[in-house]
């Protein structure tokens, strides 16, 4: 039996986007963009979005360019906008733009590579 997966309508949407600073709804995908510092940043960014997103299953459209990564979730199974699309989402954010705590012996990079 396949299950049907709940869609969110644009209000819903939009409200859940508050939970996601600097993430948008456009042309029927929530998108974010990351900045980053050149080429090398950059395919980090992807490498590890594509680790994150193939562990939880769940897969985005995204677009690279030598500074930027643009990132565009949907359910393409459900044709439109579900909770795997949010919890994802909260998953890249996590994965991309985490660094070490300043109480943490972990230094992390000597400038961020992603804006």
């Known amino acids: 039996m396949t299950r049907v997966e709940?869609?969110?309508?644009?209000?819903?949407?939009?409200a859940q986007l508050r939970e996601l600073p600097g993430w948008s709804f456009h042309d029927g995908a929530i998108r974010?963009?990351?900045?980053?510092?050149?080429?090398?940043?950059?395919?980090?960014?992807?490498?590890?979005?594509?680790?994150a997103c193939e562990a939880?299953?769940?897969?985005p459209d995204l677009s690279v360019s030598w500074s930027k990564v643009e990132v565009a979730l949907w359910?393409?199974?459900?044709?439109?906008?579900?909770?795997k699309d949010f919890e994802t989402a909260a998953l890249i954010e996590r994965t991309i733009l985490w660094g070490p705590d300043p109480e943490s012996s972990l230094s992390g990079p000597p400038k961020p590579f992603v804006r």
């Open 6 to 14: 709940r869609t969110y309508s644009e209000a819903e949407i939009l």
């Open 32 to 51: 974010r963009g990351f900045a980053t510092d050149g080429w090398p940043s950059t395919m980090l960014v992807v490498n590890a979005i594509a680790f």
């Open 56 to 59: 939880a299953g769940h897969h």
């Open 75 to 83: 359910t393409h199974s459900a044709k439109g906008i579900t909770e």
